[in-house]
């Protein structure tokens, strides 16, 4: 029999420490009731009531409330974000980075290179290759071209189709005399 395993569930849950507090909770109320000590002990009691309401509430409320089910603490720092970022985006166009051109003065005969570059370059010479190239692709490599053959020749390509030429069954072949004369016995 196959065995039941537990799967851990709510694994994301903070555990509690401090009775039913997290220890991110019972930080804040630790937090919160130390500064409300210090404003009642350092402080005048007509300031301490209102230092400490305003300080104890917001501890409070970082240890405790939740807003669309996040943490107070959370919603605060994106409040805080939301208001420091800019909320309008400006494109700001970029100049565009010269470009370096390098320049090696050893290459000996630079001119030629030029001037086969330039020969090369001229649009009718441009669209025969262009026209060769296609018409080696279409053929697969089996067409001959002016003095030279591209493909494997005439020879290799009547061997290929013959290699590959429609083979008949036995079975499917038309009748011979002697099938013919065993049909009629």
């Known amino acids: 029999m196959a065995k039941r395993y537990l799967v851990p569930q709510y694994i994301e849950m903070a555990d509690k420490i401090v009775g039913p507090l997290t220890l991110a909770q019972f930080l804040y109320v630790l ?52 208001l420091l970022k800019p909320r309008e ?4 166009k970029i100049e565009k980075i010269p470009e370096i051109k390098i320049e090696d003065k050893h290459i000996v005969g630079k001119s030629k290179i030029e001037e086969q570059k330039a020969k090369r370059e001229s649009k009718e010479e441009i669209k025969s290759q262009l026209a060769q190239l296609a018409r080696l692709v279409d053929t697969s490599g089996w067409e001959k071209t002016t003095g030279q053959e591209i493909g494997p020749g005439e020879e290799a390509f009547k061997a290929r189709v ?14 011979t005399q002697t099938q013919e004369e065993q049909g009629k016995d």
Request: charged share 20%; glycine share 6%.
């Open 162 to 175: 013959k290699s590959h030429e429609e083979i008949k069954p036995t079975r499917f072949a038309e009748p």
């Open 89 to 92: 985006r400006i494109w700001k």
């Open 31 to 82: 937090a919160g009731g130390i500064l409300c000590y210090f404003f009642w002990t350092f402080f005048d009691k007509i300031l301490a009531w209102p230092l400490s309401i305003i300080v104890g509430s917001f501890f409070l409320a970082m240890a405790f409330l939740k807003i669309n089910d996040q943490p107070f603490p959370k919603m605060l720092v994106a409040g805080i974000l939301y």
